[in-house]
């Protein structure tokens, strides 16, 4: 069974940092893109970040570009992201998928909220 | 970024319905659109790729059209596990990706 589970979330001050990670079990990280995207509960999707399979080339949305670090070990099959200089916007559940262009496999999600 | 607008937001309806949700591009995206099902408390599902190739998996009274700016995705004979919210996704770009709003589909 195809399982990614997402850890690492929590409660954090603005200004504060934190590292999610994405474990994969039943599926191979080491072959495929993988992404984070998030969501305020109740709200849409919005994509925030994408590795290659190498960790060679990585992407960010502009609301985290400078702030966030997509990383992973293809050794340990999971998928980092490292999350800096928080504000309350980034208050929201953070799903890491596979995929190349689209989101397949997904995880359940770890919830991150700022606030002081 | 590409913008995606889906409507309706809600969309109530009833078993054995067939209902339709429109999802319409901010510019041309060819073939390049996803659909996606969320539940409550779950991750979304990837329904639907290049327009109108379901996912392994999923019933053949899922179906999607389109190109270009305007898609739709219908579901023929609504069945109560359908309900849940939708989302389109464009992967014209890494522009970045950018989903639709979501509709959400309730029972009547």
């Known amino acids: 069974e195809v399982q990614l589970v997402e850890s690492g979330g929590g409660q954090v001050q603005p200004g504060g940092s934190l590292r999610l990670s994405c474990a994969a079990s039943?599926?191979?990280?080491?072959?495929?893109?993988m992404h984070w995207l998030r969501q305020v509960p109740g709200k849409g999707l919005v994509w925030v970040s994408r590795?290659?399979?190498?960790?060679?080339?990585?992407g960010y949305a502009d609301s985290v570009k400078g702030r966030f670090t997509i990383s992973r070990d293809n050794a340990k099959n999971t998928l980092y992201l490292q999350m800096n200089s928080l504000t309350a916007e980034d208050t929201a559940l953070y799903y890491c998928?596979?995929?190349?262009?689209?989101?397949?496999?997904w995880g359940q999600g770890t919830l991150v909220t700022v606030s002081s | 970024d590409i913008q995606m607008t889906q409507s309706p937001s809600t969309l109530s309806a009833s078993v054995g319905d067939r209902v339709t949700i429109t999802c319409w591009a901010s510019?041309?995206?060819?073939?390049?659109l996803g659909w996606y099902q969320q539940k409550p408390g779950k991750a979304p599902k990837l329904l639907i790729y290049?327009?109108?190739t379901l996912e392994s998996g999923v019933p053949s009274r899922f179906s999607g059209s389109g190109f270009g700016t305007e898609f739709t995705l219908t579901i023929d004979s609504l069945q109560p596990d359908d309900f849940a919210t939708y989302y389109c996704?464009?992967?014209?770009?890494?522009?970045?990706?950018?989903f639709g709003q979501g509709t959400k589909v309730e029972i009547k």
């Open positions: 590795i290659n399979s190498a960790g060679t080339t990585t």
């Open positions: 996704q464009q992967y014209n770009t890494y522009s970045p990706y950018t």
């Open positions: 510019q041309s995206i060819s073939r390049w």
């Open positions: 039943g599926f191979s990280i080491s072959t495929s893109w």
């Open positions: 290049d327009v109108s």
């Open positions: 998928a596979g995929g190349g262009n689209l989101f397949d496999p």
